[in-house]
């Protein structure tokens, strides 16, 4: 069952209440997820492709946006406290998990202070393969929930 979501909106089960955090710039309408701070953890945020364990997804195809995806990741996840535990769609090194403070001094693209217009210019860049299935993936993606 596909339950659209909005920026701030919750998703409740049991006793737990993830927030939605729209991270637009890999693709026009990323989601995230933060689980807030508790007795039992720092906080938790999934945070997709968005920001990975010392990278983030890449931003040239299915309307992505460096400049977009630059304040998703500095004004939204780096803002969070420096102990949650952040957790990736996936990861090309076997990592399963991070921290904001880490990412925020050690990501090399999003990390260590690095400005809007350095990073826009490293996305650009990049010079990525574009994957070997991205012209079947890609209308399917887009017409996921409609």
């Known amino acids: 069952m596909d ?6 909106q919750r998703v409740n089960f049991g ?3 993830l927030q939605a ?12 997820f933060y ?5 039992e953890n720092h906080g938790l945020l ?3 492709d968005a920001l990975l364990i010392r990278g983030c997804g890449r931003t040239d195809f299915q309307n992505g946006s460096s400049d977009l995806l630059y304040e998703s990741v500095v004004e939204k996840f ?19 998990s991070s921290t904001i403070a880490i990412e925020k001094a050690l990501d090399p693209r999003l990390g260590g202070g690095r400005t809007k217009s350095e990073f826009i210019k490293l996305m650009s860049e990049l010079k990525l393969a574009m994957p070997s299935k991205i012209s079947q993936a890609l209308p399917a993606n887009l ?4």
């Open 143 to 146: 017409s996921c929930g409609k």
């Open 15 to 17: 006793s737990y209440s």
């Open 35 to 39: 689980l807030e701070a508790s007795a």
């Open 78 to 96: 780096f803002t969070l406290p420096g102990a949650t535990r952040i957790y990736p769609a996936h990861d090309y090194n076997g990592h399963t």
């Open 3 to 8: 339950i659209p979501l909005e920026d701030g």
């Open 46 to 48: 999934f945070t997709g």
């Open 21 to 32: 955090i729209a991270t637009p710039g890999h693709t026009n309408s990323c989601l995230s």
